[in-house]
């Protein structure tokens, strides 16, 4: 608890009170070096970053439908999409797994120790700014210990309400409505108060009945040489979802030389679970299950330059869950149905100190604690409770064209659970180092890198659900190294572009992995002794504008190469089959979209590509997942009626009605559209 001791006598230390005025490196290409470390760190947890993440700004938010859509045009990310609207969708970045992957609102995570895995369909778009996504290490000024934890950062960064003529409120009402029965009301209100402090609230429903058709077939080879089968067309259901999500924000004066905001929020949801498809005597068992959850949070942030040398920043969070499962067995209708209850109570504080020593040295220190507690009405149950500790460390030095950051973080993890009727306890505590550097000759070309050990402790439903835990799970321990060059080829005249190129190594020791058994509930965890990926990422972004039309397009290419290495080279013709591409993992993968906007008018095309998959690290062809890609289209229209702001957007996904699965016997939906109009009071 050195660093802990260490802040708190920054903190209670009487010193002079000046503004701050030193640059920092920038993010966000659109805003200037120049920009003071407070201006920066008010208006983006990312900004100051030392290497540039992939991201997607607001304009183009508003050609997506969702953050899961958006996440997908990253290179280098496969999304878990079990179908659907309200289907679970998560994150997997570098072949890491979606708990590698830290998922941040205003630079606090959204987690706990019940699930890794966030499930990105439950925020909507409408109060995000920005998506950023960081492959391997942020390093930016005042970040929290935690930051330093994950082997991948997904950052949602909230927009700020703006005032337009003097006014001191905004009101926009939505409508959307579209494929699968699916309607989708919001209504947000923003008001400024004399003081500068901004208030926003917004409210979204979405009601769905999830049902879409799509395409099955079996055919066999018989002894006798006969191939028989089917060839059908079933309807999915019992994928119905209705949810509730409220969210409320309260901004700093933009005047005051300290920066906060608090953030409250609130989903529910009550959804059908419908299932792997998969063949059994007598026909095809339809899941009848259910689950119900409510997730809320309260979260604050405050930074504040206190000197010439130093800056500091609190956050704080707590958290609550509750999760109601209905588990209908299919083959046994005579059964009563079993019901799972299960509620996580969260508790986050941070504290974190920055010092500028001299013109080229920064210094970043930070400590975070949070205790998570699992409580269930079940026989038996272990009632686990883990108290967390991270302290970190960071010096950060840059001179001319060289910048480089050295951090060492420390984790320190104490459970406590109940075995044999006994309170019983185990203690983790793990060092992770890690290196950053970029080097920028000119303002065109940069190269960066970074070499960085992650430790990922399993999860309570990794060790404790009942039906789902196992209690013999190893932590995951993973190395990363990138070397990444970035090259503006065009720039002036209306012409931008540029390319982006990454080669990385992962190596994993004891991978957690988790696949479905017989619905979203229930799941399978095991460890892979070591798992080494190799893979590249090339992205090229292109744009060209004239008078009033502006064009462009991305291509995004990614080459993972996962395999799991636990066991022995087999000997020739021996029939064995291993260090095969881990389960989900596409060998090759790659998107593509144009545009076109003009006069208020937008046109978005993207392009999805996946290679095939296998559902074991045995890539044998009965474990084989095909290769899939779909075509998605975008429209938008915004005008101005009477001083009001009127949109309309219409989304069109899957038009060429691919009959494909992401996961395993989860069909994904065909051609389906969303329509939706908005206005602002």
Same mark, same amino acid.
């Given at each position: 608890?050195?660093?802990?001791? !260490?802040?708190?006598?920054? !903190?209670?230390?009487?010193?002079?009170?000046?503004?701050? /005025?030193?640059?920092?490196?920038?993010?966000?290409?659109?805003?200037?070096?120049?920009?003071?470390?407070?201006?920066?760190?008010?208006?983006?947890?990312?900004?100051?970053?030392?290497?540039?993440?992939?991201?997607?700004?607001?304009?183009?938010?508003?050609?997506?439908?969702?953050?899961?859509?958006?996440? #997908?045009?990253?290179?280098?990310?496969?999304?878990?999409?079990?179908?659907?609207?309200?289907?679970?969708?998560?994150?997997?970045? #570098?072949?890491?797994?979606?708990?590698?992957?830290?998922?941040?609102?205003?630079?606090?995570?959204?987690?706990?120790?019940?699930?890794?895995?966030?499930?990105?369909?439950?925020?909507?778009?409408?109060?995000?700014?920005?998506?950023?996504?960081?492959?391997?290490?942020?390093?930016?000024?005042?970040?929290?210990?935690?930051?330093?934890?994950?082997?991948?950062?997904?950052?949602?960064?909230?927009?700020?309400?703006?005032?337009?003529?003097?006014?001191?409120?905004?009101?926009?009402?939505?409508?959307?409505?579209?494929?699968?029965?699916?309607?989708?009301?919001?209504?947000?209100?923003?008001?400024?108060?004399?003081?500068?402090?901004?208030?926003?609230?917004?409210?979204?429903?979405?009601?769905?009945?999830?049902?879409?058709?799509?395409?099955?077939?079996?055919?066999?080879?018989?002894? /006798?040489?006969?191939?028989?089968?089917?060839?059908?067309?079933?309807?999915?259901?019992?994928? /119905?979802?209705?949810?509730?999500?409220?969210?409320?924000?309260?901004?700093?004066?933009?005047?005051?030389?300290?920066?906060?905001?608090?953030?409250?929020?609130?989903?529910?949801?009550?959804?059908?679970?419908?299932?792997?498809?998969?063949?059994?005597?007598?026909?095809?068992?339809?899941?009848?299950?259910?689950?119900?959850?409510?997730?809320?949070?309260?979260?604050?942030?405050?930074?504040?330059?206190?000197?010439?040398?130093?800056?500091?920043?609190?956050?704080?969070?707590?958290?609550?869950?509750?999760?109601?499962?209905?588990?209908?067995?299919?083959?046994?209708?005579?059964?009563?149905?079993?019901?799972?209850?299960? #509620?996580?109570?969260?508790?986050?504080?941070?504290?974190?100190?920055?010092?500028?020593?001299?013109?080229?040295?920064?210094?970043?220190?930070?400590?975070?604690?949070?205790?998570?507690?699992?409580?269930? /009405?079940?026989?038996?149950?272990?009632?686990?409770?883990?108290?967390?500790?991270?302290?970190?460390?960071?010096?950060?030095?840059?001179?001319?064209?060289?910048?480089?950051?050295?951090?060492?973080?420390?984790?320190?993890?104490?459970?406590?659970?109940?075995?044999?009727?006994?309170?019983?306890?185990?203690?983790?505590?793990?060092? &992770?180092?890690?290196?950053?550097?970029?080097?920028?000759?000119?303002?065109?070309?940069?190269?960066?890198?970074?070499?960085?050990?992650?430790?990922? &402790?399993?999860?309570?439903?990794?060790?404790?659900?009942?039906?789902?835990?196992?209690?013999?799970?190893?932590?995951?321990?993973?190395?990363?190294?990138?070397?990444?060059?970035?090259?503006?080829?065009?720039?002036?005249?209306?012409?931008?572009?540029?390319?982006?190129?990454?080669?990385?190594?992962?190596?994993?020791?004891?991978?957690?992995?988790?696949?479905?058994?017989?619905?979203?509930?229930?799941?399978? &965890?095991?460890?892979?002794?070591?798992?080494?990926?190799?893979?590249?990422?090339?992205?090229?972004?292109?744009?060209?504008?004239?008078?009033? !039309?502006?064009?462009?397009?991305?291509?995004?290419?990614?080459?993972?190469?996962?395999?799991?290495?636990?066991?022995?080279?087999?000997?020739?013709?021996?029939?064995?089959?291993?260090?095969?591409?881990?389960?989900?993992?596409? !060998?090759?993968?790659?998107?593509?979209?144009?545009?076109?906007?003009?006069?208020?008018?937008?046109?978005?095309?993207?392009?999805? &590509?996946?290679?095939?998959?296998?559902?074991?690290?045995?890539?044998?062809?009965?474990?084989?997942?095909?290769?899939?890609?779909?075509?998605?289209?975008?429209?938008?229209?915004?005008?101005?009626?009477?001083?009001?702001?009127?949109?309309?957007?219409?989304?069109?996904?899957?038009?060429?009605?691919?009959?494909?699965?992401?996961?395993?016997?989860?069909?994904?939906?065909?051609?389906?559209?969303?329509?939706?109009?908005?206005?602002?009071?």
């Amino acid at each position: 608890m050195l660093l802990s001791a !260490l802040l708190s006598l920054l !903190l209670l230390s009487p010193v002079p009170v000046v503004r701050q /005025d030193q640059p920092a490196p920038e993010c966000h290409p659109e805003r200037s070096e120049g920009s003071d470390t407070l201006k920066a760190s008010r208006v983006s947890s990312t900004a100051g970053c030392l290497i540039v993440p992939q991201r997607i700004e607001s304009h183009e938010l508003q050609t997506v439908s969702g953050i899961s859509e958006a996440v #997908r045009r990253f290179a280098g990310v496969q999304l878990r999409d079990y179908g659907g609207i309200g289907g679970l969708k998560t994150v997997n970045v #570098r072949s890491l797994g979606s708990e590698h992957t830290g998922v941040f609102i205003d630079g606090i995570q959204v987690d706990n120790a019940q699930n890794m895995q966030v499930d990105l369909g439950r925020f909507g778009l409408e109060d995000i700014r920005s998506v950023s996504l960081f492959s391997g290490q942020k390093v930016s000024p005042l970040q929290s210990a935690k930051e330093y934890s994950s082997a991948s950062a997904l950052y949602l960064e909230s927009a700020e309400p703006v005032f337009k003529d003097g006014s001191r409120n905004n009101s926009t009402v939505s409508l959307g409505a579209g494929s699968f029965g699916t309607w989708s009301p919001r209504l947000s209100w923003e008001h400024l108060f004399k003081d500068g402090v901004s208030f926003r609230i917004g409210g979204e429903a979405v009601a769905t009945d999830g049902k879409y058709r799509f395409h099955v077939s079996d055919y066999r080879l018989y002894p /006798d040489g006969t191939v028989a089968g089917y060839d059908t067309t079933m309807t999915r259901r019992n994928g /119905d979802l209705r949810s509730a999500r409220l969210d409320a924000r309260l901004y700093s004066s933009p005047d005051t030389r300290s920066s906060w905001n608090i953030h409250a929020h609130m989903y529910d949801s009550e959804r059908g679970l419908p299932g792997p498809v998969y063949k059994k005597e007598g026909g095809y068992p339809l899941s009848e299950d259910r689950q119900s959850d409510l997730d809320a949070f309260l979260q604050g942030r405050y930074s504040l330059p206190i000197s010439k040398v130093w800056s500091i920043a609190a956050r704080a969070k707590l958290a609550f869950s509750h999760l109601e499962y209905v588990d209908v067995p299919e083959f046994r209708p005579d059964l009563s149905a079993a019901h799972f209850n299960y #509620r996580n109570h969260s508790a986050y504080v941070s504290a974190a100190a920055m010092a500028r020593l001299g013109s080229h040295f920064r210094l970043n220190l930070a400590q975070d604690l949070q205790y998570d507690y699992l409580d269930a /009405d079940l026989m038996d149950f272990s009632y686990p409770g883990r108290l967390s500790s991270w302290s970190s460390a960071s010096a950060s030095y840059g001179a001319g064209t060289f910048e480089v950051s050295a951090t060492m973080l420390f984790l320190d993890v104490h459970d406590t659970f109940l075995s044999g009727g006994e309170r019983s306890s185990a203690r983790r505590n793990v060092l &992770m180092p890690s290196l950053v550097a970029r080097w920028k000759p000119s303002g065109r070309f940069s190269l960066d890198g970074f070499v960085k050990r992650s430790y990922r &402790m399993p999860t309570f439903n990794d060790l404790y659900y009942t039906t789902v835990g196992s209690k013999t799970l190893d932590p995951e321990d993973a190395f990363q190294s990138d070397l990444g060059a970035r090259w503006t080829v065009l720039a002036g005249s209306g012409h931008s572009l540029q390319v982006n190129a990454d080669v990385y190594r992962n190596i994993l020791k004891n991978k957690i992995i988790a696949v479905p058994t017989s619905n979203q509930f229930r799941w399978s &965890m095991y460890n892979i002794g070591k798992v080494a990926v190799l893979g590249a990422d090339l992205v090229a972004d292109y744009s060209f504008r004239t008078g009033k !039309l502006l064009m462009g397009g991305t291509a995004r290419y990614t080459y993972q190469s996962a395999r799991d290495q636990s066991v022995p080279t087999p000997p020739a013709n021996s029939g064995s089959v291993d260090k095969g591409q881990i389960p989900y993992i596409p !060998l090759h993968s790659g998107s593509a979209n144009l545009f076109g906007e003009a006069d208020g008018w937008r046109m978005d095309v993207t392009l999805f &590509m996946t290679g095939e998959r296998f559902t074991t690290s045995a890539n044998l062809p009965a474990y084989r997942i095909a290769p899939w890609q779909t075509l998605d289209a975008t429209i938008s229209k915004s005008l101005s009626i009477g001083g009001r702001d009127l949109s309309f957007k219409l989304s069109l996904r899957n038009l060429l009605d691919e009959q494909y699965e992401i996961v395993d016997n989860y069909p994904m939906p065909g051609f389906n559209f969303l329509l939706k109009v908005e206005a602002t009071l």
